[in-house]
């Protein structure tokens, strides 16, 4: 069965600094989709950013990027120039018809 | 933004009476979901449809029920609201495309408390 780890409950970057999050996940199958959603106090999910396994290259959305490695079954996100609005509950998640996601990672942005 | 609505957004009721929550959407999307969020457990499928009037369960389908009689409108029904039934709902949309759903976009949750 697939799964997706996220090894780090918390984690706290400085203002316009530049944080990581990790996730790794288990499949079997060549296909698939990687997403990052982000959920801030007001618990609304929010896509931040989707990878197709097909596409060798890293998704990026303005400050958001990840780095894929499918043979390593590992799906990073970077956030670049950290603001206090991306304080917030990320979850990575995994999509092959059914949406798997990992428990979380708890972002804290200091001023 | 996609276009999913939520109703209601909170909701405050008493154990053994029937609560239905709604989902609305707008992107004409196929697949909708319903999910519950509670802490420690992340988010958790209840039921799924992929058309109208076609559903499935997900891993935490008891208690619940579900339908959807027309495309926009998916409903989670509780027959008998118990206190193990306080969460957070989340309704979710998805497109189907290549072979298998895309992206799920999410409403903004509905809060319910079972006293």
């Known amino acids: 069965a697939q799964t997706v780890t996220q090894s780090q409950p918390e984690m706290s970057v400085q203002e316009a600094e530049t944080v990581t999050l990790s996730c790794t996940y288990d499949t079997s199958e060549s296909d698939y989709y990687l997403f990052w959603y982000k959920q801030p106090p007001s618990r609304q999910m929010i896509l931040v950013i989707r990878?197709?396994?097909?596409?060798?290259q890293n998704a990026t959305e303005n400050r958001f990027s990840v780095n894929f490695q499918k043979a390593a079954k590992s799906f990073s996100l970077k956030i670049s120039d950290s603001q206090l609005g991306d304080a917030a509950m990320y979850f990575c998640a995994y999509n092959r018809g059914k949406l798997i996601f990992g428990q979380g990672t708890e972002l804290s942005v200091k001023p | 933004d996609a276009g999913i609505t939520q109703s209601p957004r909170h909701k405050v009721t008493e154990t053994g009476t029937p609560v239905t929550l709604r989902c609305h959407q707008t992107?004409?999307?196929?697949?909708m979901y319903w999910y519950r969020q509670d802490p420690g457990h992340g988010l958790r499928l209840i039921h799924y449809s992929y058309g109208v009037k076609d559903t499935d369960k997900g891993e935490v389908s008891d208690g619940y029920s579900v339908s959807r009689s027309k495309t926009e409108d998916f409903l989670l029904t509780l027959e008998s609201a118990t206190s193990s039934q306080t969460s957070v709902y989340f309704c979710a949309i998805s497109a189907f495309t290549s072979g298998f759903t895309d992206t799920q976009y999410f409403g903004p949750g509905t809060r319910l408390t079972v006293l």
């Open positions: 990878q197709e396994a097909y596409k060798q």
């Open positions: 992107e004409n999307h196929r697949y």
